[in-house]
């Protein structure tokens, strides 16, 4: 009885020694691996749940959960599923408006460019603007020239080099009318959190303090289970 007693003990305090928080939930697999493989960049470890038709969530040990929103704050994360032009004018969708099929083109434009910035080196989140003229060509009128603006936040210590110059170029043989200097390009570095003065948990500390008061009650009631056992035998041996 009373081996079983510690046993159920054992295994509650390894429970709670391990536990895991839900950092985020409802994503498709491609945000989840996007997610896991942020946080692996900051020696967080991190684990994906199938939940079926509830898409994957993303858990984390509970001394990492405040590591873990910091990471997820500064890259912007989940990202926004990946756009597809197909997907915003499917074959079975009611016909709209023409002025509203070229407002959810530029949209699903805008999108593109963006997950294409986030593919350069260095570079966290990119944030992409179209001025778009929606009553181009109607009645007559002669089209508003376009402009381009991008917004792109990098990693501190990144190399820049000619990045600007680089994302202009992308932008402008994105479209065939849209003039040089009608392209602005912003870039941010990432600023230096208060949390950084703590610093997220390194990957060499996996062993959390939950874990490790996990580990010590584990040893206690260990000794205490010996303890009871060699008192139980030797009593009836001194009577």
């Known amino acids: 009885m009373i081996l079983r007693y510690l046993s159920f003990l054992l295994v509650l ?17 491609y945000q989840a691996n996007e997610v896991i493989s942020v946080l692996q960049q900051h020696n967080i470890r991190a684990d994906k749940i199938d939940n079926g038709k509830k898409g994957f969530s993303v858990t984390v040990a509970e001394p990492d959960f405040t590591a873990a929103v910091y990471w997820v704050k500064v890259y ?15 074959a079975d969708a009611l016909v709209s408006s ?44 002669p089209p508003v ?4 603006s991008a917004l792109a ?10 990045q600007i110059s680089d994302i202009k170029r992308f932008l402008k043989n994105s479209f065939a009318n849209v ?13 230096e959190d208060e949390f950084r003065v703590s610093g997220p948990r390194s990957g060499r500390q996996d062993v959390s303090a939950g874990v490790l008061a996990g580990v010590a ?11 009871l056992l060699c008192r139980q035998w030797i009593l009836p041996l001194t009577r």
């Open 76 to 90: 912007e994360l989940p990202p926004r599923p990946r756009v597809e032009i197909a997907q915003m004018f499917p």
């Open 13 to 29: 305090i390894c429970l709670s020694g391990c536990k895991e928080k839900n950092l985020l939930q409802e994503l498709d697999q």
């Open 217 to 227: 009650a584990s040893v206690v009631a260990v000794g205490v289970a010996v303890w």
């Open 179 to 191: 003039e040089y200097d009608n392209i602005s390009v912003i870039l941010s570095e990432r600023r």
């Open 98 to 141: 023409p002025r509203a099929e070229k407002a959810r083109l530029c949209s699903a434009i805008e999108q593109r460019l963006e997950q294409s910035l986030q593919t350069l080196p260095g570079i966290i989140s990119a944030r992409v603007h179209l001025s778009y003229d929606i009553d181009a060509g109607e009645s007559g009128r």
């Open 153 to 162: 936040v990098y990693e501190r210590g990144t190399p820049l080099g000619l």
């Open 145 to 148: 020239p376009v402009h381009l």
